[in-house]
């Protein structure tokens, strides 16, 4: 099973842009359709973005389009999330995962990455 570390959270303005990264480890990655989700304080977990094995196809909650990019670079094993135009109802903790094991209900979680949007 692939390991994901996800960083690049942290604490930035409203209008502002953050950079996430999610490392992996284990697996074949470029096997993996990926996905980024978070949740905020009180809320369940939700979906944010989606990203296809090759790259080629992407999918956004409607909360974030137009302002969140995913990304990808299997030779580096990572997937990105670049997050513009950042609101104060982003903030959350941000995790990636495989999306086929959310799905499934089977997937472990990691630590995440703390994303804090003042107004």
């Known amino acids: 099973q692939v390991q994901l570390v996800e960083s690049g959270g942290g604490l930035v303005q409203a209008g502002g842009s953050l950079r996430l990264s999610c490392a992996a480890s284990g697996g074949t990655f470029s096997a993996y359709f990926m996905g980024w989700y978070r949740q905020a304080p009180g809320k369940e977990r939700e979906f944010v973005a989606s990203?296809?094995?090759?790259?080629?196809?992407?999918d956004y909650a409607d909360s974030v389009k137009g302002r969140f990019t995913i990304s990808r670079d299997n030779a580096k094993n990572t997937i990105y999330l670049q997050m513009n135009s950042l609101k104060p109802e982003d903030t959350a903790i941000y995790y990636c995962?495989?999306?086929?094991?959310?799905?499934?209900?089977?997937?472990?979680w990691g630590q995440g990455t703390q994303v804090t949007v003042s107004a």
């Open positions: 990203i296809t094995r090759s790259g080629g196809g992407t």
């Open positions: 995962n495989e999306v086929r094991s959310v799905v499934r209900g089977t997937a472990s």
